[in-house]
């Protein structure tokens, strides 16, 4: 098979190429590192240094359109008109809710905006109240593992995603805002929703249909969620965001409700994807598995290093603001490009031996999962945190973690989020 089809499979979300990018990725490195792609809309970019330079030059390259180009836009749009047909979803499509909460924040805001919003988000994740959600993260980790073991116990296995990696962080999440006694399921099914369009450039009429539904309910819910907090401040993060002032300067309803959005879903679906690939790396690898068993201070090594082989943010878009030079190749004013952090992670000009596992990789920090400069990932800590005593707890309640035989590893279809959607495995439960 030629390169240009190999490169076709993956634009085009087959499954084989969705699953294993790597070798396509690599390609591309091998090449010229850059490459327009017709169908995506964008240029291609996959050489460790020049994702970096891109990500840190905020004068250059804007953020404002971080999943994708408008053709992402322009199928969601038809998607729409079809549903328009539908008389619900038309009063649905006419009603205020559905304008709530689109303006550029943090993720897709460029500066200044992003400055004076950070202001507000920062303080949530300093290190000192991470280290002091460790308890609660323990206690919610170890609570799932309880259902864990029933069910392979009841069954013989598990899926792992459905009984643990999805609840960890949604947990989590929602106790930080200050909601934790809703209903969980709730929220992961607008979290998922919520996040189809993001990097998803062929959704179906049904996709739609679930995202703004989605959409229409967390918009109704958090805005009262706000008032509330108004009325009655509490000292959760949703508090927080319903009452600060920047500068003097309230946030507007649509900018809280777009830092939600990302709250909830960047503080569930990267997460997930984090944790479930490396529960899969163990289950292919006992002999590491028995290594972090016996060396449990590698750990938190084996985090970073997941992090940089299994990038849950497959990568990022920007779109160039003025004619820039890419490795020698010229990128006119308006062009969109495809920073691929899953293969800078893997670009052998910056890793040895970029394909292996190595808990001990000196650089291993250097990766770009969190992305790098100004839109450096907030809740990174957070992440790590919670990946950290996940994997802990497994290890000391599990013994002999195994894929199970009836896996098909299902990727999700995102140019920008990258993770299984079901992984089942077999262990043998400690008392």
């Known amino acids: 098979m030629s390169e240009s089809l190999v490169i076709d499979d993956l634009i085009h979300r087959k499954q084989a190429a969705i699953a294993c990018p790597y070798p396509i990725f690599a390609g591309l ?18 050489r460790y240094d ?24 322009e199928a969601l749009m038809n998607g729409i008109m079809q549903l328009m047909q539908e008389p619900e979803m038309a009063a649905l499509l006419g009603s205020n809710t559905m304008t709530r909460g689109r303006v550029a924040v943090l993720l897709n805001a460029d500066p200044p905006d992003h400055r004076r919003q950070r202001k507000l988000v920062n303080p949530a994740f300093r290190p000192d109240r991470i280290r002091a959600m460790e308890p609660t993260i323990t206690e919610v980790a170890l609570k799932l593992l309880a259902g864990v073991k029933q069910d392979l116990q009841a069954h013989g296995q598990t899926d792992i995603l459905r009984t643990f990696t999805v609840g960890v962080p949604m947990t989590i999440i929602a106790i930080a805002l200050g909601v934790a006694g809703e209903d969980l399921a709730t929220f992961k099914r607008w979290s998922d929703d919520i996040v189809m369009p993001v990097g998803n450039h062929s959704p179906s009429v049904e996709q739609v249909r679930g995202f703004l539904i989605s959409t229409k309910e967390f918009t109704e819910y958090f805005l009262a969620q706000i008032a509330a907090r108004k009325a009655s401040p509490t000292g959760d993060l949703l508090c927080d965001i319903a009452n600060a002032q920047i500068d003097g300067e309230e946030l507007t309803d649509d900018e809280q409700l777009g830092m939600l959005q990302q709250f909830l879903v960047a503080g569930n679906e990267t997460t997930t994807n984090l944790i479930s690939n490396m529960i899969r790396c163990l289950a292919e690898n006992p002999d590491l598995q028995n290594r972090l068993r016996q060396q449990p201070e590698l750990i938190e090594a084996f985090v970073e290093e997941m992090l940089r082989s299994e990038a849950p943010v497959g990568g990022l878009f920007r779109q160039a603001k003025v004619d820039v030079d890419i490795a020698g190749t010229t990128i006119p004013a308006g062009d969109h490009m495809w920073l691929v952090f899953a293969s800078a992670n893997r670009d052998e000009c910056k890793f040895a031996a970029p394909d292996s596992i190595d808990p001990e ?5 250097d990766h770009l999962a969190f992305g790098n400069g100004e839109h450096f990932c907030p809740g990174a800590g957070l992440a790590r945190a919670e990946a950290r005593i996940a994997l802990q707890l497994i290890l000391e309640h599990l013994d002999d973690i195994k894929l199970a035989s009836d896996n098909d590893f299902p990727y999700g279809d995102s140019f920008v989020l990258r993770g299984l959607t079901s992984l089942k495995i077999t262990a043998t439960p400690k008392n």
């Open 361 to 365: 990789r000196t650089n291993v920090k």
């Open 29 to 46: 490195r091998a090449q010229e590192g850059v490459q327009f792609n017709a169908d995506l809309g964008a240029w291609i970019i996959t």
């Open 50 to 73: 020049d994702v970096r330079a891109i990500l840190r030059d905020t004068d250059r390259f804007s953020s404002l359109s971080p999943t994708g180009p408008q053709a992402a836009g």
